[in-house]
């Protein structure tokens, strides 16, 4: 793993007052309609932890298994929130279609993303909470799937268990690759790696269903992109500027967007840094012959002196060049 990051292009440079200050490596897939390699740069084929990219594959399990949310509450199961109240109260929802409250979520307590409603959170004396925590909504959706088929609650975050065992075989049919290298996620919850080009491939097929469960989350997460990030995030811009987008961040820096026409997108900075993941997202649109203004506002992100613009953070022409159009 650490070879093929090391080999993986710098693919965003940050420049001060026109001097090159800091670089990040990392690596793009893009995948045609039909799931093949359309162009790549850095390791596609490597093995790589999606993290929270995977929640609309591990909702698409969720509902084959049984999972009966409508389209606000299934984009929540796919979400990694901010902790706005609007947010907080879809999870209680979700618990208190099986009768449960935010006792029956099995995550570390945290503040909210979005510091407005940490601040907010603070302020009102309030302690940190599993249900502030950004994947209380998926957990709420693994809850109520357990709940609906019969299992035991207090055992839904083992790999093991049934629900567990319904999400890791949707991401292999998805990803059309076997998930490896089990581990356990910030959130206490099963986490498996896949290659790069399969987390495009799964995005592409997702956004570009028809039918099945595959369709409601793609709908779910184009009719409700507030639920899946936030009211202020890049996420929700991205989604409001390209028609028929489906995308998820994740954490470590990678992003993943499928298409309508079925292209996938997936990408993973090798240092794992956020502020370059939407700077990379936006290029590659760019590069695909998407053009709006908030493209553009991500694929030159501003680095500030005194509180003035003195340079910028931007993809790597050269690197993205690569990709081809």
Known sequence: MVSAFESDPVIVEVVRNGFLESAHRGRVAITNPDGSLASSVGAEFAPMYPRSANKPLQAVGMLRAGLDLDEELLALVCASHSGERF?????????????????????????????????EAIRNGEAKSPLAMNCSGKHAGMIRTTVLNGGDIASYRDPDHPTQLAVVRAIDDLAHEQATNLAI??????????????????FGHIASASDGAELQVATAIRNHPEYVSGTWRDELELHRAIPGLMAKAGAESVYAAGLPDGRGIAIKI???HPRARPVVMAGVLQRLGFDHETLDDHASAPVLGAGERVGEIRPCKETLSALGA
């Open 87 to 119: 947010q907080l109260d879809g999870v209680r929802r979700i618990l208190a279609m099986s009768e449960l409250d935010e006792s029956a979520l099995q995550m570390p307590a945290d503040w909210p993303l979005d510091a407005q409603a940490r601040e």
């Open 185 to 202: 996620d910030g959130c206490g919850a099963p986490l498996y790696a896949i290659s790069l080009y399969a987390l495009a491939r799964a």
């Open 270 to 272: 090798s240092d794992g």
